[in-house]
Nanobody, 124 residues
């Protein structure tokens, strides 16, 4: 599996960004049946899960982004998106996506393969 994140940028607080994640090396059926997760890692901190979306579309968000971020998926394109609104300086981090059949694995983030991530920097 190859994961390519894009869309990060330097923006001012309250602005919006949309991150994209292209996933290759996976069949349509596997992609469709997998859970997708968006993670972030701020400097000096551990990587944390901020949003996940199950195969049938149910979503979950960390408390820190709930109400501001929206995760979505396009199975036909094998893409996952993270719409980030009302950005705050504390959202500054490198953002990563990942995928697995198991929600439990997505929730722990115990995955071997990661992409390069995309950097989001929010100024006050």
């Amino acid at each position: 599996v190859q994961l390519v994140e894009s869309g990060g940028d330097l923006v001012q607080a309250a602005y919006s960004l949309r991150l994209s994640c292209a996933i290759a090396g996976i069949s349509f059926n596997d992609f469709s049946g997998n859970v997708m997760g968006w993670y972030r890692q701020a400097p000096g901190k551990q990587r944390e899960l901020v949003a996940d979306i199950a195969s049938l579309g149910s979503t979950n968000y960390s408390d820190s982004v709930k109400g501001r971020f929206t995760v979505s998926r396009d199975n036909t394109k094998k893409m996952v998106y993270l719409q980030m609104n009302s950005l705050k300086p504390e959202d500054t981090a490198r953002y990563y996506c990942n995928t697995d059949r198991s929600m439990a694995t997505i929730r722990t983030g115990d995955l071997e393969v990661w992409g390069q991530g995309t950097l989001v920097a929010v100024s006050s």
